[in-house]
Each structure stands twice: as structure tokens, then as C-alpha cells.
């Protein structure tokens, strides 16, 4: 048992290692540089999005059918 957990932790630390080989290889930006890139981003397609500014009743595929009324 005892042979079997110190494989599994070194099998964990090679995963560990490989992830941050990973991400020490990945380009940084700067948070205030990417999070106006993204607001601009998210602005210039609000127009466009269906969340943003709701789906016409004639093309919502989800709007109730009919009504139901209990007398």
C-alpha cells in the first residue's frame, strides 16, 4: 500500500510540474491593458447579442404557446 501512495504523489508532482512548465511559456499582459481590450470587445458586439438585448417574441423559439386559465 505504502509503495503504491508514493507513486501516486509522484505521478501528481510530474502533472504539477508539467502545468507549470506550461504556463511559465505563456505571454503576460498587463490586467489593465486586457480588461479594456475586453470591455471594448463586449461593447462593440453588444448590438448583437441575444442576452444583452433580448430575442424578438416572433423568433423566441422558448415563448409560451398559450396560456392556461383555471376557472
Same mark, same amino acid.
Given at each position: 500500500? +505504502?509503495n503504491?501512495? =508514493? $507513486?501516486?504523489k509522484?505521478k501528481d508532482?510530474?502533472?504539477?510540474? $508539467? ?5 511559465? #511559456?505563456? +505571454?503576460r499582459?498587463?490586467? =489593465?491593458k486586457c480588461s479594456?481590450?475586453?470591455k471594448?470587445?463586449?461593447e462593440?458586439?453588444?448590438g448583437e447579442? !441575444?442576452?444583452a #438585448?433580448?430575442?424578438p $417574441?416572433?423568433?423566441? !423559439?422558448f #415563448?409560451?404557446?398559450g396560456s392556461?386559465i383555471? =376557472?
Amino acid at each position: 500500500f +505504502q509503495n503504491d501512495l =508514493s $507513486e501516486t504523489k509522484g505521478k501528481d508532482t510530474l502533472k504539477v510540474f $508539467e502545468q507549470l512548465r506550461k504556463e511559465v #511559456k505563456l +505571454q503576460r499582459q498587463q490586467v =489593465s491593458k486586457c480588461s479594456e481590450e475586453i470591455k471594448n470587445y463586449i461593447e462593440e458586439r453588444s448590438g448583437e447579442d !441575444p442576452l444583452a #438585448k433580448g430575442i424578438p $417574441e416572433d423568433k423566441n !423559439p422558448f #415563448k409560451e404557446k398559450g396560456s392556461c386559465i383555471i =376557472s
